[in-house]
């Protein structure tokens, strides 16, 4: 049997399906890196765009900080440009990956450059009122409270650089939140935290109390009550009761004529009304303030200091009717003498005063005419006790061991009516010269009070030189 070679059988049509299948997989390859690599050119462009968004709003937001941090040249704003980098980081991530947290930081930090500058801006404007009250003084209308939380004057003028005070002031700004939470700390000379503010009110820096300057006010209200009291009208109230005196025609005249000075006591009566309605328009904090510091007499109660007003309470009822009469008697002493020492006259012209008929008892204005002369000499008489006088600044101080129970001198300042007349009845008590509850006494007492308001109203007049206690 012969071998014979197998029937070869050439498939042609199957050959040109692998060709064709590997042509298809190597197009099919080539578009898929064609693609891939449009993608990631896509995906590259994206990813500048976003960093370059990024660096975008980094700058802005840095500017605004700049800007701030420019015209606020004291205070360490050096914690914001470390949150900027952390706010980069952020933006560099997709945000549909970002948390909530993430979101809230970057909202945040979008609007620190304005709510930075509000809060600067405010504090500014509490800077302002608190050097204006430091330059006017302690313990006068306008001026800061006495008996202030210990520290607090030191933080405030850290805080608002009053009297280049040293220490310095520090951001400290938190934008993890819902709501960025900013303060301001202050640091003392040796690096201490010694107080921060705690919002853009700066409502929580131990804030320094400043006592209301009711001048103005008081200086309308004394024009306001001489109106009520109808002084050109012999037949007015205020001058029902009141005690004839005699009043110089003019100037170094020997001629004198009756008079009569209005009353004090009618004039409080009309100012009453509207002396309330100006201690009710202050605060309870203002109120207090003003009463123990300037509208409190020698001897007052001193009135326990308190923010508000509690509603309906014995105490803040107590403590407004306290107040409202030594505003009143403020408004009488010092702001109405022009009209209450200024008598009506009447009758004839006289060659000399009308005598009392006291007998041996001197009147209220010999008195006073005797003690003014040499107040030092007669204070040293009824007391034994000698003050010591200040010829430049004008005071007379009873030093602390010359007093019962007390370890504070007693400085009366003779520029001011409230103290001036304070000694001098001081000298009048001490005398017992008008002591009792006797028809004479009481007269007395009311003559030496309308020649001692009518004697400072002359002494103490604006821009006058400073002098000796007396006239």
Not at 45 to 50: G, R, T
Not at 58 to 84: C, E, H, P, W
Request: charged letters at 30%.
């Amino acid at each position: 049997m012969s071998y014979r070679n197998p029937k070869q059988t050439v498939d042609a049509q199957s050959g040109q399906y692998m060709r064709d299948l590997q042509k298809s997989l190597a197009g099919t390859f080539s578009d898929y890196a064609s693609e891939e690599k449009k993608e990631y050119e896509r995906r590259a462009k994206l990813n500048e765009q976003v960093v370059a968004k990024s660096q975008e709003r980094i700058n802005r937001i840095s500017g605004q900080i700049n800007q701030v941090a420019n015209a606020n040249k004291t205070t360490n704003f050096d914690q914001m440009y470390d949150l900027l980098d952390e706010y980069g980081q952020y933006m560099k991530i997709n945000p549909s990956k970002r948390t909530r947290e993430m979101n809230a930081f970057i909202n945040n930090m979008d609007n620190s450059g304005t709510t930075i500058k509000n809060m600067l801006a405010n504090t500014t404007a509490n800077g302002e009122d608190f050097i204006s009250g430091m330059e006017k003084g302690l313990g006068v209308m306008g001026g800061v409270m006495k008996g202030q939380k210990e520290g607090v004057i030191e933080k405030n003028s850290i805080m608002f650089g009053y009297n280049q005070a040293p220490g310095s002031k520090k951001l400290n700004f938190n934008p993890r939140g819902l709501a960025a939470e900013i303060r301001i700390d202050v640091l003392n000379e040796g690096g201490k935290n010694v107080g921060s503010s705690l919002n853009a009110d700066m409502d929580n820096l131990d804030p320094v109390y400043l006592i209301p300057d009711e001048t103005s006010d008081m200086q309308e209200l004394a024009k306001m009550g001489a109106s009520f009291m109808d002084l050109n009208n012999p037949n007015s109230p205020a001058y029902k009761g009141q005690p004839e005196s005699s009043i110089e025609e003019g100037e170094g005249s020997d001629k004198y004529r009756k008079s009569r000075l209005p009353s004090k006591e009618y004039f409080l009566t009309k100012i009453q009304p509207e002396a309330k309605s100006q201690v009710d328009s202050l605060t309870a904090a203002e109120s207090i303030a003003l009463y123990n510091d300037v509208l409190r007499k020698e001897g007052g109660v001193v009135l326990k200091f308190q923010e508000k007003w509690v509603d309906g309470s014995e105490e803040s009822v107590a403590a407004k009717e306290i107040i409202t009469k030594a505003y009143a008697e403020h408004v009488a002493d010092n702001f109405a003498q022009p009209f209450l020492t200024k008598g009506l006259k009447f009758g004839s012209v006289l060659d000399k005063p009308i005598e009392t008929k006291e007998g041996p008892i001197e009147t209220g204005k010999d008195f006073y005419d005797k003690v003014r002369k040499d107040p030092i000499s007669y204070f040293k008489t009824y007391t034994k006790i000698e003050p010591k006088y200040d010829r430049k600044k004008n005071t007379i101080t009873i030093k602390a061991d010359d007093r019962k129970n007390s370890d504070e001198d007693l400085v009366f300042d003779m520029n001011n009516a409230n103290d001036r007349i304070s000694f001098y009845t001081q000298l009048l008590e001490y005398s017992k010269a008008a002591k009792g509850d006797s028809k004479g006494s009481k007269l007395m007492r009311k003559q030496f009070e309308e020649a001692l308001r009518a004697g400072t109203a002359k002494k103490i007049k604006p821009k006058a030189k400073k002098k000796l206690p007396t006239d």
